[in-house]
Structure formats: C-alpha cells, structure tokens
C-alpha cells in the first residue's frame, strides 16, 4: 500500500509594501505625463533674441558685401532682416498642418547685384569662401552658381547659414544670410523692430568678430 503523499505547500510571496507601490506610482505618472506631452509638442525650439540675431545676421551680410568688392560699392539697400515661417511640431502637427506658428520665426537677410561681370563675381566668391573656411564653417552645397556654408551652433542653438550665388543669364550676384527657427519673447513685434533695418554703404566695413563654430 502506498503511503500518502505529502503536499508541498506553495511558498509565500513577498509582499511589496504598499509605501513602495505608492512611490514607484509617483515617479511613473509625472513621468508619463512628460512623455505624452513630449509626443503631442515635439522638441521644443529654443529661444531667440530678435535684435542679438539681427546683429550677427547683419555682420555676416556686411562682410561678403565687403568681400564682393563690387565696382562703385553699388547699392543694395536699405533693406531688412525678415522673418519666415515655421511650424508646429510633434502630433500637435497633425492638427495644424501648414499652420505657421506667430510665437516661433526663422530670420534671414537677402541682398543681391545686378549686371556683374562674371570675374568681378567669383573673385568676391573665393574671398568670401576662403574667409568662411577660416571660421570654421562647413560647406553644404557647391554648384556653377556657388555655394551654401553652415555655421552650427551648438546644441539648442541657432544655425547660420550663408549663400552666394552669381547667375550668368541676368549678372545678379545674391548673398543670402538666414538663421533656424527660435521661439521670440513676448511683445516682439517685427514691424517696430529698429535693429531689422540695413544699408551696407552706412554701415561699418569693419563687422563684429564672427561667433566660433561648435560642432554639433
């Protein structure tokens, strides 16, 4: 006759004490909160200071300006830096598509000759090019008409990039200076904004220093 087997009893779990629970609750419900919030805004843009932006892009205007060393220092002014759109980021996207953003702007600065000879132009070219290789920027694009240089600055930082161009049909030398988009400060309003304003034959042949470049 067999002898009757013996139940093994199931061990006991250690029970989470309920402090534990409360707290891992704690940190997954702010941290899911910001996970949903970061799903729904994107990225968000940094911050951008209108007239510290304006200055730079000015700069940079006035020295390919300087550099083209075009015959009689003609004309191209006065003219402004200028806002662009930019738009929503994250699902929030979805729901705005095409929908610029009024608190977020790019900035850019655009100048350009008529009529120049076509060695006149790439001699201001390479000087512009060879200053910008200098400085450290890096080149994006390169094609007969000329050339896109970017400046990155660094993480959560605006990017600047420079174009020149010279088209043969029309003799048109353009020099094109923008800026990424960053969320402006309350109250800025573009269209009383003094420090957008530029003229290269009144202002300073001798710019700011340029800003160092900081790899991304």
């Known amino acids: 006759m067999n002898a009757p087997r013996l139940r093994t009893l199931p061990r006991a779990r250690p029970r989470r004490s309920r ?13 899911g909160v910001a996970a949903l919030l970061w799903l729904w805004y ?9 007239d510290r932006v304006a200055v730079r892009l000015k700069g940079e205007a ?33 729901a705005h598509i ?22 006149a132009a790439r001699s201001g070219q390479e000087r512009t090019r060879a200053r910008l290789e200098r400085e450290g920027w890096t080149v994006v694009s390169t094609d007969e008409r000329g050339f896109r240089y970017r400046l990155p600055g660094g993480e959560g930082a605006d990017e600047d990039i420079v174009d020149v161009e010279w088209h043969h049909e029309t003799g048109t030398y353009s020099v094109s200076v923008f800026t990424d988009c960053g969320k402006l400060p309350d109250g800025f309003d573009e269209y009383r904004w003094p420090e957008a304003e530029w003229d290269p ?16």
């Open 62 to 94: 006035q020295r390919a300006y300087d550099e083209a060393a075009l015959p009689g220092r003609p004309g191209v002014g006065p003219v402004r830096v200028d806002t662009g759109t930019c738009y929503y980021r994250g699902l929030r996207s979805v």
């Open 19 to 31: 402090r534990a629970r409360a707290a891992a609750v704690v940190v997954a419900v702010p941290l």
């Open 42 to 50: 994107g990225t968000p843009y940094p911050a951008a200071d209108p």
């Open 98 to 119: 095409d929908q610029g953003r009024s608190d977020v702007r790019s900035f850019g600065l655009d100048w350009r000759v008529t009529g120049v000879p076509e060695d």
């Open 201 to 216: 034959r009144k202002a300073p042949s001798t710019p700011p220093a340029p800003r160092p470049a900081t790899p991304r």
